[in-house]
């Protein structure tokens, strides 16, 4: 059964002022959907792969046949990424965490500040587009950033928090303005559901 553009949890207009609601509607309605519209296009060929779940497709890259694998590493990504990045937010969150991933992250980084600081960085940092994450590997809770729609998941990491830094994610309200995108992007992060892949993935 083909892929399917999942729904946005919440009107395109919920995150603003942070996620303005064309940027919404664009980021969703058609660079999500072309990723898996070209997910299910360079999967036509192998029907049985379009049975395995997103996150195990991208996680067993090397079953790919060689001539579709990079289509299916960036829309599988694609895929994958932006349905967990649509989860990680909600109307009136931010904050911080709570319970076992508000002390798995002041042991890791030291305080939530310190954490908030290096994984901004990490975002900002990215050259051309990409991701910042927050993931488990090996046992412990890391930063990371990754390229373009590669995902920790491709090689074994487990992801708990996403921030898409791509330039179509804020460029109609931000500009070149990343560092602003992602200071206000933590005003509608969903703490509890990061709390809930942490638990998952420990």
């Known amino acids: 059964m083909p892929f399917e553009l999942p729904p946005l949890p919440y009107p395109v207009d919920a995150l603003e002022p942070a996620i ?5 509607e664009i980021h969703h309605g058609k660079h999500h959907a072309a990723y898996v519209n070209n997910l299910n296009k360079a999967l036509e060929a192998h029907p049985d792969l379009l049975s395995l779940p997103i996150e195990k497709l991208i996680a067993s890259l090397g079953k790919v046949p060689d001539a579709a694998r990079p289509a299916v590493r960036n829309n599988g990504g694609g895929h994958f990424n932006h349905t967990m990045f649509w989860s990680l937010m909600k109307k009136g969150g931010g904050g911080e965490p709570q319970g076992d991933l508000k002390s798995a992250i002041a042991s890791a980084f030291g ?5 908030k600081t290096k994984f901004a960085a ?3 940092g990215r050259f051309g587009s990409g991701w910042a994450w927050l993931l488990v590997r090996d046992g412990k809770l890391v930063i990371e950033s990754t390229p373009n729609q590669d995902s920790p998941v491709m090689d074994g990491g487990k ?3 996403g921030l898409d830094v791509w330039e179509h994610a804020y460029y109609l309200k931000y500009q070149n303005r990343r560092p602003d995108y992602i ?3 933590w005003g509608v992060v969903d703490w509890s559901k990061a709390a809930e892949h942490y638990a998952a993935a420990r």
Do not use: N, Q
């Not at 303005?20 to 919404?24: E, G």
């Open 20 to 24: 303005d609601a064309k940027t919404m």
């Open 111 to 115: 305080s939530f500040a310190e954490f």
């Open 122 to 124: 990490a975002g900002v």
């Open 159 to 161: 992801p708990v928090l």
């Open 183 to 185: 200071e206000a992007w």
